[in-house]
């Protein structure tokens, strides 16, 4: 039986989708931002 390794993203393409400045791109993305800063929360989106 052949052996299944996971996917492995590449750290670019993770801080692409996640990162922060694709959470400023979007309007929603910035509402979750501003509503982690509100909590006070440092901001460390990866």
Same mark, same amino acid.
């Given at each position: 039986?052949?052996?299944?390794?996971? /996917? /492995?993203?590449? %750290?670019?393409?993770? #801080? /692409?989708? !996640? *990162? !922060? =400045?694709? =959470?400023?791109?979007? @309007?929603? *993305? =910035? @509402?979750?931002? %501003?509503?982690? #800063? #509100?909590? *006070? /929360?440092?901001?460390?989106?990866?």
């Amino acid at each position: 039986m052949a052996m299944h390794y996971p /996917r /492995r993203k590449s %750290n670019t393409k993770r #801080r /692409r989708s !996640f *990162g !922060f =400045r694709a =959470r400023m791109k979007t @309007k929603s *993305g =910035r @509402k979750l931002l %501003n509503k982690r #800063r #509100r909590i *006070g /929360r440092t901001l460390q989106t990866i």
